[in-house]
């Protein structure tokens, strides 16, 4: 099964807030996105090159509350916009989820415009190992976020987990990047891009 690392999400109280602390770190403006009436949230991206992108999430204010948990552990959120979960994209969401650690979700058929997924959401919103573990994507037709973002020269460079159990989620990450590392400590991810101004962390 081919697995890949699709985009990073950037949670926020409000969008707003979310896009203001990227284009301030990173020194590029992001590109508009949309809604996700099923979730009640909505976004704002940013491309990584081909393949990969950035989204900045957060709570729809106008949008009505689901009748579940948000993804992403969003009702719950709190503190400065940060790096919260990363995503990881598969050929065969039914058989990774079958793979995963238990509690890594039940797949959600989405769409909008000509996107077409299905997304592994946990019941509880919260992803494993306290979001350390990625959400699974799979992806339908040709259409793909990153295709239709201006590439504004960012890309992904390093992705640097810590958790207390680093040696259970690092044996249960279900994909080999060699930008992707797992340390032992507190609960935390830190995402390092080169961009045009050089070397930039959230």
Same mark, same amino acid.
């Given at each position: 099964? !081919?697995?890949?690392?699709?985009?990073?999400?950037? #949670?926020?109280?409000?969008? $707003?807030?979310?896009?203001?602390?990227?284009?301030?770190?990173?020194?590029?403006?992001?590109?508009?996105?949309?809604?996700?009436?099923? !979730? $009640?949230?909505?976004?704002?991206?940013?491309?990584?090159?081909?393949?990969?992108?950035?989204?900045?999430?957060?709570?729809?204010?106008?949008?009505? #509350?689901?009748?579940?948990?948000?993804?992403?552990?969003?009702?719950?959120? #709190?503190?400065?916009?940060?790096?919260?979960?990363?995503?990881?994209?598969?050929?065969?969401? #039914?058989?990774?989820?079958?793979?995963?650690?238990?509690? *890594?979700?039940?797949?959600?058929?989405?769409?909008?415009?000509?996107?077409?997924?299905?997304?592994?959401?946990?019941?509880? $919103?919260?992803?494993?190992?306290? @979001? @350390?573990?990625?959400?699974?994507?799979?992806?339908? @037709?040709?259409?793909?976020?990153?295709?239709?973002?201006?590439?504004?020269? %960012?890309?992904?460079?390093?992705?640097?987990?810590?958790?207390?159990?680093?040696?259970?989620?690092?044996?249960?990450?279900?994909?080999?990047?060699?930008? %992707? *590392?797992?340390?032992?400590?507190?609960?935390?991810?830190?995402?390092?891009?080169?961009?045009?101004? $050089?070397?930039?962390?959230?």
């Amino acid at each position: 099964m !081919m697995l890949h690392l699709d985009h990073l999400a950037f #949670a926020a109280g409000s969008l $707003g807030q979310g896009v203001a602390a990227v284009e301030a770190a990173l020194g590029v403006t992001l590109a508009p996105g949309g809604a996700h009436p099923a !979730m $009640g949230t909505h976004n704002r991206l940013l491309s990584l090159g081909p393949g990969e992108y950035l989204e900045v999430i957060a709570v729809n204010p106008q949008a009505p #509350a689901p009748d579940r948990p948000r993804w992403f552990d969003l009702d719950r959120f #709190a503190g400065p916009p940060r790096v919260t979960n990363w995503i990881v994209r598969c050929d065969d969401l #039914a058989a990774a989820v079958a793979t995963a650690p238990t509690g *890594t979700g039940v797949p959600m058929p989405l769409t909008r415009g000509d996107l077409s997924w299905t997304m592994a959401v946990p019941v509880n $919103g919260r992803l494993p190992f306290d @979001g @350390g573990f990625p959400a699974l994507i799979q992806w339908f @037709g040709a259409a793909h976020p990153a295709q239709r973002l201006p590439d504004v020269g %960012v890309r992904l460079t390093a992705l640097h987990l810590t958790h207390p159990e680093a040696d259970a989620l690092r044996a249960a990450l279900p994909l080999s990047d060699t930008r %992707v *590392t797992v340390s032992a400590g507190p609960i935390g991810l830190r995402a390092t891009f080169s961009t045009p101004k $050089g070397l930039r962390v959230l």
